[in-house]
């Protein structure tokens, strides 16, 4: 059974900073990796999606990387900013069916000014 | 294009009592997901559609829960009776499939309290 966890489980920084965030997966037989972000009341909103033979992915000033041998993926924000206070989820695609995503508790980032 | 639509978007009910949601995906995707996603946890996939045939509802308590994809469009998912640990928001996602690529769009969410 796949499992998913995020580390840390909550962040706070100044802005202006660069920050990593940590996804670790127990079965690396994936199809691809995730990274959401949701707004408090929102749905989830696809950040970036790596293909399990890519190595990482960037958006702007989203970065993701992934290694699928180790089970880990990192996603990485340059310059924070307040507006990047949400809470970044990570999951994985695979399993019993193609689009099935099992995703990690969540990281909840702030972003102070 | 519209995105995926969920009603209601906040139901109060006691436990015992019966519930129903409603998801009407973005047009065009064979694919519907039902998450629940329980406070400080991340969203747990219920069951998955493709177009009007279940693919996968290994997680759902189908003692209390069910749910239906009519035409393959609009899907409604039901809790009967539910129970205290049933609050959570309840998500509903749609995808589809280009160049082996897949991406689920998100609904706002229906946010149940079982009192």
């Known amino acids: 059974k796949q499992e998913v966890t995020q580390i840390p489980a909550a962040l706070s920084v100044p802005e202006g900073e660069n920050l990593v965030l940590n996804c670790s997966f127990t079965d690396s037989a994936i199809y691809n990796l995730q990274w959401f972000r949701q707004d408090p009341g929102k749905g989830l909103t696809s950040l970036l999606l790596i293909q399990s033979s890519q190595r990482e992915q960037t958006s702007g000033r989203l970065n993701a990387s992934l290694d699928k041998s180790s089970g880990r993926s990192t996603l990485y924000i340059a310059a924070s900013q307040p507006g990047d206070s949400a809470t970044y989820l990570c999951a994985v695609g695979g399993g019993t069916s193609y689009g099935k995503l099992t995703f990690g508790q969540g990281t909840i980032l702030t972003v102070h000014p | 294009e519209a995105g995926v639509a969920q009603s209601p978007r906040y139901k109060i009910i006691e436990k015992r009592q019966s519930v129903a949601f409603w998801c009407n995906p973005i047009?065009?995707?064979?694919?519907l997901y039902w998450y629940q996603q329980i406070l400080g946890q991340g969203p747990k996939l219920l069951i998955q559609f493709q177009n009007n045939g279940v693919v996968d509802d290994s997680q759902l308590p189908k003692d209390r829960f069910s749910a239906e994809r009519l035409k393959g469009v609009d899907s409604t998912l039901k809790i009967q009776p539910a129970k205290l640990e049933d609050s959570a928001v309840y998500l509903c996602a749609s995808s589809f499939r280009n160049r082996g690529r897949e991406t689920q769009y998100f609904g706002p969410g229906t946010r149940l309290l079982v009192l």
């Open positions: 047009s065009g995707h064979a694919t």
